[in-house]
């Protein structure tokens, strides 16, 4: 297996000059090197054949030595794996030191012109894993593997899963954290993007004042990954926050359309290539509940419901303005900067919307508010909600109009009285704005059908997949990543995915919420 190594972040940035795997807080440096612990017995169970072509890989994946190097069981020749160290926000908090407690980076490789880091997760212990293992268990690798290349083909920016791994070994978990811990299957995952820098990095060098190693981690941030920025001193420290919040931008308004509720929105769980990372507690929306978190540990305060992302995501983007205030020195800049958060996140989210909706003409706020209104007042299925809508015709009655989106209602019998005369009030309201459109009814479909997917990985799917892997099936794996590698297509052989939440998942462990050891 000849890879085209090209490390940067372990070569340019300051390493923790102690070098043994021990727990403890490390200071002026941006990583430790570490080795990834041994499995006993490693097995690949599946991997991401586009990702494997796209890295070069695709003739690799049945060799031994790929199975040696992405379960953690050999060194890559020449290359020195490495632990970020990294700080945060946790819940609000400031958490101080974290770092990568069960993430291994292995090494960088271009190929195709293309740039990418390669970690692992679930590989042993790190000097961040504080009183962790750093281990991973199966279930929760395979919600990680399935998530991220979902979300790649959702068209949300994300970092990605190349293979998933067993260990051999078991690994000893408490899934309910009541005190009840039980030894499950352990596995490891291959994460791929290309920078797994987070705000955490810069708030760690901040926090301890280490202005020097802050402007190293900066500077080589923006010289690899952020190479569009060309001013210098402030202004480009600036353009470079900007683009962070740009992207950050970006990725939440996706969530928001896809449904998707990231369930750990703490800083160090924040990319600063805009990409979604991190796959815990996370799920969609079943019913449209903009108060729903899929976080057990959040279940009291639902800091991080569905809802609340967008505010969190300008919270966090302040704590990345604070760390890096002392390269920027210029309050006013930073706050107009943060200010236009919420008015590009408008413009964003408006246009999102009509997209969803169908609409081409400007956004109307009151039609959105009523089917707001609507969708909260009986369990309705967001991902079928939209997806059917796109069947209503101009011709339509409201009536009928209704009828071709009930599927989407949990219980139908609840829609009826005033509900039901709402529903009617705002389908009148929508076939009157369809009707002044000059889009037809099948071009409007098309459009619709490109931004609302028919498939999303629900949690309950996500389970039946770890359950029959914990027997050694894994044709639900590669079943569901199939299914989701194209989300907007019909695939009429695969309608049974395109269903409601079913009863015996509303409360089952790991269909509904979730801890953060899922």
Known sequence: MKLNIKDTFNKELPADKETTNTRRQVFDACFSIVSPKKPSSPKLIHFSDELASELGLANEVSSQEFLDTFSGNNVYPETAPFAMCYGGHQF??????????????????????????????????????RTADGLAVLRSSIREHLCSEAMHYLGVPTT????????????????????????????????????????GNFQILSSRNDVKNLKLLTDYTIKHFFTDITSTGKEKYLAFYQAVVDKTLKMVVDWQRVGFVHGVMNTDNMSILGLTIDYGPYGWLEDFNPDWTPNTTDRQNRRYRFGNQPDIALWNLVQLGNALFSLIKDVPVMEKILNNYNTQFDIQYHQMMQNKLGLVENYDVALHNELQTNLKASETDMTIFYRNLANVLKTDFAEYALEKVSDAFYKSEEIKAEIKDNWLKWFNLYLERIGREFDSDEVR???????????????????????????????VIEELYSLLKNPYNEQIENEKWFAKRPDWARHKIGCSMLSCSS
């Open 160 to 199: 990605r899963s190349l293979a998933l791994m067993l260990s051999g070994d078991f690994v000893l978990r408490d899934v309910l954290y009541n005190g009840n811990p039980d030894y499950e299957k352990g596995a490891i995952v291959t994460r791929v993007a290309p920078s797994f820098i987070r705000f």
């Open 92 to 129: 609000g908090n400031w958490a101080g030191q974290l770092g990568d407690g069960r993430a291994i980076n292995l090494f960088e490789i271009e190929h195709n012109n293309k740039h990418w880091a390669l970690q692992l997760k679930g590989a042993g212990e790190t000097p961040y894993s």
């Open 445 to 475: 479909k098309g459009k619709m059908n490109l931004v609302n997917p028919k498939y999303v990985l629900r949690n309950y799917m996500a389970q039946l997949a770890i359950d029959a892997a914990e027997k050694e099936d894994y044709t």
